[in-house]
């Protein structure tokens, strides 16, 4: 890297001298990127006497300023951070990196819990509680608070997320001391107070806190720290400390393990869980359709049920007027002499099976006549057959009588 292309570093740098370094914007995997870049640069090349961290940034990614806050913790070289402008939820964490944390007596800090883009669940995952514990081990062992205070201020009051704090307010609440506040001219705070009136938007409040930093030039001291007094850091360990040891010790990995290796491990774990939510959604939507699939055949078992009763109907009436229809065909034939009533029932059986066979079969028969019926029914042919029976009677009396007499005697026949 050459000079001439840093973006972050402020005016001139020599070795043994303070070299200053700006992280203003967003954190992003870019910004961060080029800011280690350039920070290992001061570093290792340029080896300054300290590095001056000026931060005015809303936050952003947890992932990738945990690579900065790693970056600025374990250098070398005497470092110092200050909140030039606005130090809000992840730029509070690189805030708290330096070996001296220090802010403008207008400047703005503000912690909360952390959280991941677009998840609204009530209980939150697996990986931000992870980062959560992260950055409460931070700020504990950073500013010697008790757990329980830590976790009030990142949680906040009712309905507010996190807690804000001006200078005074992070003096009163234990996280700095009085004599890490710089102070400006008045006019200049009271300005800072008087626009900041009515702008809740984080990323308001950073471009109004990058406006006054650009026109504060008490930055740029002579003196080697902001400060003369020494603040020891909080994890004394050269080869780790105890921040990153915990990240280490919860993602189950040796604590010999690399930065790189570490923060590869993290983004592995954050794309295994954004895969795990879409096939949690998938699966959602899979169920969705499954019960609409099995709704609708419920509906359609329901409606199958409803033909097959209305087809039972249809069928058993066919059947009775299909009996009916041979019942009353086969006693016509039968009344017409076409076929004999005894036989009446195996026509039946026949012309269940084929009934237009049986149907063509008698029609052909021929109808006999019935006489004794013509008789009957005709009371001239009655009268008439009384009569001949009577006279028939009588003859057959007269003969008997001439042959055994009128008193059963014997007689000759005539």
């Known amino acids: 890297m050459s000079i001439d292309n840093l973006q972050y570093v402020v005016g001139e740098v020599k070795s043994g001298e303070v070299a200053t370094i700006r992280f203003f ?39 990738y300023g945990m690579s900065t806050y790693a970056t600025i913790q374990n250098s070398t070289i005497d470092t110092e951070c200050v909140i030039e402008g606005m130090a809000a939820s992840m730029a509070s964490i690189l805030w708290a990196a330096g070996r001296r944390s220090l ?16 998840d609204e669940t009530e209980q939150p995952s697996d990986m931000v509680r992870a980062f959560t514990r992260q950055i409460e081990t931070i700020y504990r062992k950073r500013f010697g608070l008790k757990v329980e205070h830590v976790r009030a201020i990142m949680q906040g009051e009712a309905g507010k997320d996190g807690t804000y704090f001006d200078a005074m307010a992070a003096v009163k609440a234990g996280i700095i001391p009085s004599e890490h506040v710089l102070h400006t ?28 930093a650009a026109e504060n030039k008490h930055f740029i001291p002579a003196a080697p720290t902001l400060i003369q007094t020494n603040q020891p850091r909080m994890s004394e360990e050269k080869t780790i400390s105890v921040e990153y040891g915990a990240v280490v010790a919860s993602l189950g990995m040796e604590d010999s393990t690399g930065v790189k290796d570490v923060m590869a491990r993290i983004t592995e774990l954050m794309g295994v869980e954004a895969r795990l939510r879409q096939v949690q959604q998938s699966l959602t939507d899979a169920q969705t359709v499954l019960a609409g699939k099995e709704a609708a055949i419920q509906n359609l078992q329901k409606d199958l049920t409803g033909v097959t009763d209305r087809l039972q109907k249809y ?34 059986e026949m012309a269940q099976t084929n009934f237009t066979l049986v149907q063509s079969t008698i ?9 004794s019926q013509q008789i009957a029914a ?6 008439a057959a009384t009569a001949a029976i009577r006279g028939a009677e009588e003859r057959m009396a007269e003969e008997v009588e001439s042959v055994v007499g009128k008193d059963f005697a014997f007689g000759k026949l005539k």
């Open 315 to 348: 069928e058993k009436q066919e059947a009775d007027q299909k009996a009916a229809a041979i019942e009353s065909f086969l006693q016509k034939a039968a009344d017409e002499g076409k076929i004999e009533p005894v036989t009446i029932p195996s026509w039946v």
């Open 25 to 63: 914007g967003r954190i992003t995997s870019e910004s961060t990127a080029r800011f280690n870049e350039e920070f290992d640069y001061l570093e290792n090349t340029v080896r300054p006497s300290c590095i001056r961290v000026l931060i005015n940034s809303e936050g952003g990614s947890v992932l």
């Open 363 to 371: 029609d052909s028969i021929p109808a006999r006549e019935k006489i």
């Open 378 to 383: 005709d009371p001239a042919n009655v009268q």
């Open 185 to 212: 001219s008045k006019q200049l705070v009271e300005r800072v107070h008087n626009d900041m009136t009515g702008i809740t938007d984080a990323t308001a409040i950073q471009e109004l806190m990058s406006r006054v």
């Open 103 to 118: 802010m403008r007596d207008y400047g703005i800090l503000m912690i909360h819990n952390p959280m991941l883009p677009g």
